[in-house]
């Protein structure tokens, strides 16, 4: 503290020596800051504003827009589940094929049912004299038809053809002659009980149901004695016609329903 001629101190020394700078010299213009004042400390923050409450317009105009933006996304997932099923769609899976032999008497109409069923024109049908191979479409299946003739001096030989076969076509005439009708039965009891064929599916189609002297599938049931003969064995008999080919189709669809069970069975074992 600076003295003046003796101890009393002089007014302003200490304000000159907080001014004054290195070296002591003191810099004109210059005085110490005064301090920051206290800041109040408090525990409880000031309370928020009051928020005005949303009018009922402002609400509803909320719920359109969520309405709106909902269904928006509804459209572009419809949109996008179109798109995918009409340019993304895999090629279909393939149908099963079944390789089956189809006999009867010459004129019992197995050439003339196929070629109905194969959409070919019925002024081409010629009487299969040897054998020919159709390959019948349907929606799920397609059957790989092999028809052999019926006459006298083919059927000694059908049994050459049954090989490597998974159902039996048998096509009968239900309004031939009695004697007609009684070499039918015995053909169809001898491919019943052939070692190649009595395990397959029969489809037995009593044709020509649109003529005065058609048997009734009663009367065909019977007078072949399936009941007894072909206990045990897969058998559909079922009457038929040209008239009616959704009738035939249907007799068919049985067939193919037939085969895909039996197709089923060493795996369910």
Not at 101 to 109: E, K
Request: net charge neutral.
């Amino acid at each position: 503290m600076v003295t003046r001629g003796g101890n009393a101190p002089v007014p302003g020394a200490a304000v000159l020596r907080a001014a004054a700078g290195p070296g002591g010299s003191v810099r004109a213009g210059t005085a110490p800051e005064p301090a920051p004042p206290p800041v109040p400390h408090s525990r409880c923050p000031p309370p928020a504003p009051a928020r005005a409450e949303p009018s009922p317009q402002y609400m509803d105009y909320l719920r359109m827009s969520e309405c709106i933006q909902l269904s928006f996304a509804v459209c572009r997932i419809g949109i996008y589940t179109c798109f995918r099923g009409l340019c993304c769609k895999g090629p279909p899976p393939p149908r099963a094929e079944y390789d089956l032999v189809c006999i009867g008497l010459t004129g019992s109409g197995k050439t003339s049912l196929l070629s109905r069923l194969c959409s070919e024109s019925p002024e081409n049908v010629v009487s299969t004299t040897g054998f020919s191979i159709k390959a019948v479409p349907f929606q799920n299946a397609i059957l790989n038809v092999k028809e052999l003739g019926g006459a006298d001096n083919i059927r000694k030989y059908w049994s050459r053809y049954y090989q490597g076969s998974q159902g039996v076509i048998f096509v009968l005439d239900s309004a031939s002659s009695e004697d007609d009708l009684e070499t039918a039965r015995n053909e169809l009891h001898s491919a019943l009980q052939h070692p190649q064929l009595c395990t397959l599916p029969f489809l037995i189609l009593a044709n020509h149901q649109d003529k005065p002297a058609a048997r009734s599938v009663q009367e065909i049931k019977k007078y072949f004695e399936l009941e007894p003969l072909a206990r045990g064995k897969r058998w559909i008999l079922k009457p038929c016609s040209l008239d009616d080919m959704e009738a035939v189709k249907d007799s068919f669809t049985l067939l193919i329903n037939s085969l895909e069970e039996r197709d089923l069975e060493p795996s369910r074992m």
